[in-house]
């Protein structure tokens, strides 16, 4: 798995304004792979870039433990496999507003958040007809 890029996942790359998850909610489109699910809402932007947030449900998990491991799982998957995203909003001249939901009932195992997450993204990837700004 040799892949060219950076990896980090820093403050700025992550979705916590209220406006804009909001947005994301309402506005925001929905994609699926497993109990991984996408919200995303495109924009122009003159600076492309990519924002990203994760959430889990209390009502399966009512642990913060096991909440609080989930999300970090989940942000793990995304920051080893962001680079096409990143690369799509520059080519595209867009900003991305990404979050992830985990709705499954149980506690996942990281091999199966990674391949979820990397689903999602590609078919996030092979929507070009919704990425169109």
């Known amino acids: 798995m040799q892949q060219t890029g950076t990896y980090t996942f820093s ?9 804009k998850l909001q947005q ?4 925001g489109r929905r994609l699926y792979a497993g109990p991984v699910k996408l919200l995303y ?10 924002q990203c947030g994760v959430g889990v449900s209390s009502r399966y998990f009512k642990k913060a433990v096991d909440r609080n491991r989930i999300k970090r799982l989940l942000r793990e998957a995304y ?15 867009s900003s991305l507003s990404l979050f992830f939901l985990f709705t499954g009932r ?22 070009p007809d919704e990425m169109a700004p």
């Open 79 to 93: 920051r080893l496999q962001q680079q096409p995203v990143k690369e799509m909003a520059v080519r595209t001249n």
């Open 106 to 127: 149980e506690l996942p195992l990281y091999p199966d958040i990674y391949k979820q997450v990397g689903n999602v993204l590609k078919k996030l990837g092979n929507s």
């Open 11 to 19: 403050k700025s790359a992550r979705l916590k304004s209220r406006k």
């Open 41 to 50: 809402l495109k924009e122009p932007a003159e600076e492309p870039g990519v």
């Open 24 to 27: 994301v909610f309402s506005k």
